[in-house]
Nanobody, 124 residues
Framework: QVQLVESGGGSVQTGGSLRLSCAASGFTHASNCMGWFRQTPGKERELVANINTGDRRSYYADSMKGRFLISQDNAANTVFLQMNSLNPEDTGMYYC?????????????????WGQGTQVTVSS
């Protein structure tokens, strides 16, 4: 059974930083897609960033480029999202997601697995 457990959310002020972690268990495919979506108030869930765990190729949504960094620790089967220069528009629930095989989320393929989410709140 695949489980994704997020941690690292919290409250920060504008300009602050947070680091989210997602620990995966029961997920041992040689090359997977892992990443983060978010649900912000009044908007649909959107893809934030993803990474192919095999070749480490990553993708970022335009509004996250230059501010967010996705990385992985293969030994720990964990993916991280370093979020810098946060602003109130980044407030929302952040969900870890995963799929077997290379990332296809930007082409509309949905993730196979979801975490429970972790709340990020940025105050002005």
């Amino acid at each position: 059974q695949v489980q994704l457990v997020e941690s690292g959310g919290g409250s920060v002020q504008t300009g602050g930083s947070l680091r989210l972690s997602c620990a995966a268990s029961g997920f041992t495919h040689a090359s997977n897609c892992m990443g983060w979506f978010r649900q912000t108030p009044g908007k649909e869930r959107e893809l934030v960033a993803n990474i192919n765990t095999g070749d480490r190729r990553s993708y970022y949504a335009d509004s996250m480029k230059g501010r967010f960094l996705i990385s992985q620790d293969n030994a720990a089967n964990t993916v991280f999202l370093q979020m810098n220069s946060l602003n109130p528009e980044d407030t929302g629930m952040y969900y870890c997601a995963a799929s077997r095989g290379v990332c296809r989320w930007t082409r509309g393929a949905p993730p196979n697995y979801w975490g429970q989410g972790t709340q990020v709140t940025v105050s002005s």
